[in-house]
């Protein structure tokens, strides 16, 4: 196991991959450990080094006290890269992980040379709305707050599969203080005004039955940065890596072709 000490707070993460390969960085989603890019990296062409880490209050990294800022999320993914020297690195963030993303490549050009915004927007959800789930968490805990999740994460047909608890045993399992700390930093940011600056290669990708960053929501995202191209995975909701890994793999692997990075 790999744990980072970045002074404040020890990060779980891991290195899969070609040690001296181009780097590319894995941030994922609200509620998700690093697992959740397990097929994806499988999936992945030779001669890229793979690296994913599990955010604040999530999975095995430090849970501290909440609520985070999103300037404390992105500057633990600053530091992590920093801690393991990588450069020019193309980042993958999902969700959360690609707010993430868009905040990083705005105040670091020489960690993101490309990024992949998936299932991602300027701006998530309305303030209102996590602040009843921040509520929910801190009263009650994940678990009342699953069932609405998944239907979000994951279309109707997954939702039948034996996998598919392994998922919700995922969310329902991370601990309060860091979902709901992460929580606050969603419902606090808006990256319109930023992404609209940027200008790097950016792969946008959507899933079709996405209930939390539908399409439509993605695609305007993709269209404030230039460089940017957008790709629909079809019959796959918030988390298409998991429901259609070699749709997603197929996806990045060309990516990192056209940026040269594989
Ligand atoms: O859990 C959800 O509603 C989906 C989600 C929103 C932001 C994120 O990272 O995941």
């Not at 919700?168 to 991370?174: D, P, Y």
């Not at 319109?192 to 200008?199: D, F, R």
């Not at 290669?201 to 695609?219: F, K, M, Y």
Request: with cysteine.
């Amino acid at each position: 196991m790999k744990i980072a000490d970045l002074g404040d707070i020890h990060v779980h993460y891991r290195i899969d991959g070609d040690p001296e390969g181009h780097p590319v960085v894995f941030a994922n989603s609200l509620g998700t450990d690093l697992r959740l890019w397990d097929a994806v990296v499988a999936l992945m062409p030779p001669g890229v080094k793979l690296v994913r880490y599990d955010k604040r209050g999530h999975g095995l990294t430090d849970c501290p006290k909440g609520p985070y800022s999103m300037g404390t999320l992105i500057g633990d993914a600053e530091r992590l890269m920093d801690h393991l020297e990588l450069k020019d690195a193309v980042f993958v963030g999902l969700s959360i992980g690609g707010m993430i993303a868009q905040g990083l490549a705005m105040k670091r050009m020489d960690l993101v040379r490309a990024m992949v915004m998936s299932n991602t927007a300027a701006k998530i959800g309305t303030p209102d709305a996590w602040d009843q789930r921040i509520a929910t968490v801190r009263e009650q805990g994940i678990e009342p707050l699953a069932d609405g999740v998944m239907e979000k994460w994951f279309t109707q047909s997954y939702r039948e599969t034996t996998a598919f608890h392994g998922w919700r045993n995922m969310l329902i399992h991370q601990p309060p203080e860091g979902y709901a700390g992460c929580c606050a930093a969603i419902s606090h940011s808006d990256f319109m005004a930023s992404t609209a600056q940027l200008t790097l290669p950016t792969l946008a990708i959507a899933g079709s039955e996405d209930g939390s960053t539908p399409p439509d929501l993605v695609r305007e995202t993709a269209d404030l940065v230039q460089g940017s191209r957008f790709e629909l995975i079809r019959g796959a909701g918030h988390l298409p890596c998991v429901e259609k890994p070699v749709d997603y793999a197929g996806l990045l692997t060309g990516f990192l072709h056209e940026v040269g990075h594989a």
